[in-house]
């Protein structure tokens, strides 16, 4: 590419990533003329894009698209989620409170205008208010000022070492576009400055999308990317094995064999990406007591669940991070199924007896979603815990989980390279949770926030992840597998973006 990022001594991160103070952006986006061209490719999402508009839609599908038509300041990308400068081409953090970022000289929009600071300081205000989709992200902004055409300064009410990693999903959208059309007329027509424009978009059928042939960074392959969003698994597989598609996600279990199988396609694995996180209500009997959290912890058997129902396609988890994330504590229980315990841990509450609940739970929130929970059910049944499983439409879910109208329920969240947002997106944290509360982990929290070195904010998030584990916040199983069945003929294998593997990938060739 050419140009690096420099970055601030202060500045951290919570991840394996190196310090040095130079970071390079992966290999496709310094050099797509490397793979050979493609002239266009057909890939099968798991549903449609409600809206182009990075501010009004925070759904996979959309981000998807928002990723390859926009851009953000910076970006965390590949299986290291390595720093990659997008629009900002360095920054620094000179007070624990102002941040400043020089920006990439001579960007276009898709539109032939350029790219300046008045854009991203638009974009920024209006991701700031009441109706945007990404305004927790700028919560601490009080002020931004432009220093000169390519050069923003933004000022924050507290320090907040984890912003970089925050702001992965801010993508700039441009001032006169966004001004003139407002958020429904954006959501259709964006103008962004990313390796690929929108071309075509007829609802409920395909969106099409062309290489900008003026971008930043070169002409990038494909040339073209069609994008359908098929809810069915069986056909999108029949599209792949038909060779109408390069690319299909959410291949299921039970047809891995198959794709794997046929000499034309081949399955490719993201390893124990996604964990289902089942939430305790602690502010609601029986589960305030710690003990009662503990037990059930002890009662289910997660090696049954990801060698037999997920036939391998998973990894066993107990808690929050995985052993591999440098958020996980070493010292935190390691959870495993011991039904003495379990009984014993249910006694000292007690609940010798045993009790019932109602599992609040989202449809069609994990792979074999049905399967699992009711092994769940039948394991906990084994200590004397009744379970009722009562699944809900996404509509009338989202609301009950968020004003805490449960006993016990589930969120879901990626394997992602900041630790903060992973806590805080769930809610644990006490100062935003209607489900649970520990003034050691909201002070463990706050501290790391406010500490930029990489070593000691580790460590500090790791006393977080040890907290959350003893506390058993919730009920931890298995991460899933990702899946996607794609055609040979089109070298592909996930890159992953925004610093959260699974879904969230590149449609770019692999090198």
């Known amino acids: 590419m050419g140009e690096h990022a420099h970055i601030n001594r202060r500045h951290f ?5 190196a310090t040095s103070a130079v970071l390079a952006a992966p290999a496709w986006a310094q050099a797509p ?3 050979r061209s493609v002239e266009q490719i057909t890939v099968l999402q798991l549903d449609e894009v409600a809206s182009l508009d990075p501010l009004a839609d925070f759904t996979n599908p959309g981000l998807q698209m928002h990723a390859h038509i926009l851009e953000p300041l910076i970006d965390f990308t590949g299986p290291d989620f390595k720093m990659t400068p997008k629009l900002a081409l360095s920054w620094d953090n000179p007070t624990p409170t102002r941040w400043r970022f020089k920006l990439r000289p001579n960007v276009t929009w898709h539109d032939g205008t350029p790219f ?6 638009y974009t920024l205000e209006t991701a700031k208010g009441p109706t945007s989709v990404k305004n927790r992200y700028l919560a601490r902004v009080q002020k931004i000022d432009i220093l000169d055409p390519l050069t923003i300064q933004v000022e924050l009410n507290a320090a907040y070492a984890p912003l970089l990693g925050s702001w992965v999903y801010l993508y700039i959208v441009q001032k006169k576009a966004y001004e003139a059309g407002g958020t429904a007329e954006f959501g259709k027509k964006p103008v962004g400055t990313g390796p690929y424009r929108l071309v075509e978009w007829q609802k409920q059928q395909q969106l099409v999308l062309e290489a900008y042939d ?10 073209r990317i069609v994008v359908r969003g098929i809810r069915e698994a069986g056909t999108r597989l029949a599209e792949l094995q038909t060779g109408r598609a390069d690319i299909a996600f959410g291949v299921p279990i039970e047809l891995a064999k198959t794709v794997e199988s046929n000499p034309q396609l081949k399955l490719v694995v993201q390893e124990g990406v996604r964990p289902p996180y089942f939430v305790f209500n602690s502010k609601k009997p029986p589960f305030e007591d710690r003990r009662v959290r503990q037990a059930m912890n002890y009662a289910v058997d997660r090696e049954g669940i990801v060698k037999g129902i997920l036939q391998g396609y998973g990894e066993v988890r107990t808690g929050p991070f995985s052993p591999t994330q440098a958020a996980f504590s070493p010292a935190g229980p390691q959870y495993k199924l011991d039904l003495d315990r379990a009984r014993a ?30 092994a769940l059910a039948n394991q906990l049944g084994k200590v004397g815990i009744k379970v009722n499983l009562q699944f809900l439409e996404s509509s009338v ?11 016990m329920s ?9 630790a903060d947002s992973v806590i805080t997106g769930l809610r644990w944290l006490s100062e935003n949770s209607k489900f649970y509360g520990n ?10 926030r406010a500490t930029f070195g990489m070593p000691e904010r580790t460590l500090v998030y790791q006393e977080a992840d040890r907290l959350l584990r003893e506390d058993a916040v919730g009920l931890f199983t298995h991460a899933q597998s990702e899946l996607y069945g794609t055609n040979r003929r089109y070298p592909w294998q996930p890159w992953a973006y925004a610093g959260n593997a699974g879904l969230l990938t590149y449609y770019i060739p692999k090198a």
């Open 33 to 35: 003329a490397t793979v």
């Open 410 to 418: 589930v969120n879901a969240w990626g394997k992602s390279l900041e």
């Open 116 to 121: 300046t600071a008045e854009d991203v300081k």
């Open 13 to 17: 991160l919570t991840s394996t990533l």
């Open 439 to 448: 003034p050691q982990v909201d002070a463990a929290i706050a501290k790391a």
């Open 397 to 407: 879910y989202t609301p009950r989980y968020a004003n805490g109208e449960f006993e």
């Open 214 to 223: 003026k971008h930043w960074n070169g002409l990038h392959t494909p040339k």
């Open 345 to 374: 841990l249910l006694k000292e509450a007690g609940k010798d007896g045993g009790f019932s609940f109602t599992w609040l739970l989202r449809k069609d929130f994990m792979v074999k979603d049905e399967e699992i929970m009711q």
